[in-house]
């Protein structure tokens, strides 16, 4: 699956970071692929990380691509315990020790991605339903994903479940990455 190879990669935004360092850290976004027998099909460990602390990540997650032929739905899982595996990106040990039954469904978290020539661009399922507390607020996911095979660009911004505002993410817009490694060859 064209899509499964675009994600399979370790993204880090050095260039964005480095040209405007008062707005963007300098992160990296990883999405390794599981054993195929995970999710009996394609399924991805994800970390998003600060370069300067590899081995602390500030999300985790765990994916599950289904093909709907016109689009491609992502299921996504939270860990039970997300700090047992912290480091399942760069340590193959440590991933293969995750089991399905250590996540649970994120319920009305999914993101659905469409083909546009050689982009894909997903969004959160519609609905306000992926809820988030944060700030001492609750708030709803709204994320704009845009994937080619070397590039990640994504926004993620948490609305106020009653007034809409904005209480998290960026402001200063969308992030922009650059593939450092393919992960590919694991699928």
């Known amino acids: 699956m064209t899509l499964a190879r675009c994600f399979a990669g370790d993204f880090s935004n050095y260039q964005q970071a480095h040209a405007n360092p008062t707005s963007y850290a300098h992160i990296h976004v990883m999405w390794r692929p599981l054993p195929r027998d995970f999710f009996s099909g394609i399924g991805f460990y994800s970390e998003q990380v600060y370069d300067y602390d590899r081995w602390s990540p500030y999300r985790q997650g765990i994916h599950h691509l289904v093909d709907l032929g016109d689009r ?16 399942a990106s760069q340590d193959l040990s440590i991933l293969h020790s995750i089991t399905p039954e250590v996540i649970q469904r994120r319920n009305c978290c999914s993101m659905i991605f469409r083909r546009h020539g050689k982009v894909f661009r ?9 809820l988030i507390h944060r700030k001492g607020r609750q708030t709803y996911l709204v994320s704009e994903v845009e994937l080619t095979e070397t590039t990640w660009k994504s926004l993620d911004k948490g ?18 990455f650059e593939k450092i490694e393919s992960f590919a060859h694991e699928l």
């Open 72 to 87: 491609i739905y992502i299921e996504n899982y939270s860990l039970d315990d997300p700090m047992l595996y912290a480091g």
């Open 159 to 176: 609305m106020d479940v009653e007034t809409h505002e904005q209480v998290w993410g960026s402001k200063a817009g969308p992030l922009e």
């Open 122 to 130: 997903g969004e959160v399922e519609p609905g306000n339903g992926c």
